[in-house]
């Protein structure tokens, strides 16, 4: 049994690469390297997008903030002048009445 | 190690050089998760088996090979008989794919049971018995077309 195993031993003994088998392996890792950036290169402008688009609507959305509160700002600033009118012309009807 | 587990696998220079570059392309990409040599040396054994298996059981029946027209990468044999090693060869070739697969990590790998039923995710009881079936195939097959094994 033993010389079987070692005959098995010697017929599966290990067979060296073909020649050029080496520059092969690294010729596709070099394309699959290209492939890659090129999908990288994609990768990057979809993300570059998004962020845009992200960028965009958060100015948008300050935009409309910055809208929302001068709006406010105006209303406050009208109350008061209506406040103050109404003060004034409560003062006014006070003071008559006093007088 | 790579080209030659699936070379002896396969018996097919193209296919076995198709295999073993698609391992090392692999092996590339996972490069940075494989911690030492000796892990790469493990890795590389085990995704070759498998690789060389789906091989075969992707192309079915349309990967058959002729096997006494396979030429051999020229390589001088080492030891042994020349005619002996060329008819064992042929006759590995013609087991199932596990049992194949075995045979070839035993003797060309060296590996323990125990080491062939990790690389093959099998139970090391299989192992042996593949082991086991396949000597017994293929020393009957030899005695019988090379007259008694020595």
Known sequence: MEDFERQLRDALARKEQPPLFEAKVFAAIAESKSKRWVSWRWEALAASLLALAGFWAQHEHAVRDRVAGEAAKARLQLALKITVTELSKIQRTVRTTEE | ?150
């Open chain 2, 1 to 150: 190690m790579v080209f030659s587990l699936a070379y002896h696998f396969l018996r097919d220079r193209g296919a076995a050089e198709e295999v073993a570059q698609d391992v090392f392309l692999r092996l590339y990409r996972k490069m940075d998760d494989l911690e030492d040599a000796r892990h790469v040396t493990i890795w590389l054994r085990k995704v070759t088996s498998h690789r060389s298996i789906d091989y075969v059981r992707k192309r079915g029946s349309r990967f058959t090979i002729a096997l006494e027209d396979t030429a051999e990468p020229s390589v001088t044999e080492q030891h042994g008989d020349p005619l002996l090693n060329r008819r064992l060869r042929q006759l590995i070739a013609t087991l199932a794919e596990k049992p194949r697969m075995v045979m070839i990590l035993r003797y060309q790998e060296d590996l323990t049971p125990e080491e062939i039923s990790d690389v093959l995710e099998m139970p090391v009881r299989t192992v042996k018995s593949h082991l086991q079936r396949s000597l017994a195939i293929l020393r009957q097959k030899i005695e019988r077309s090379m007259g008694e094994v020595r």
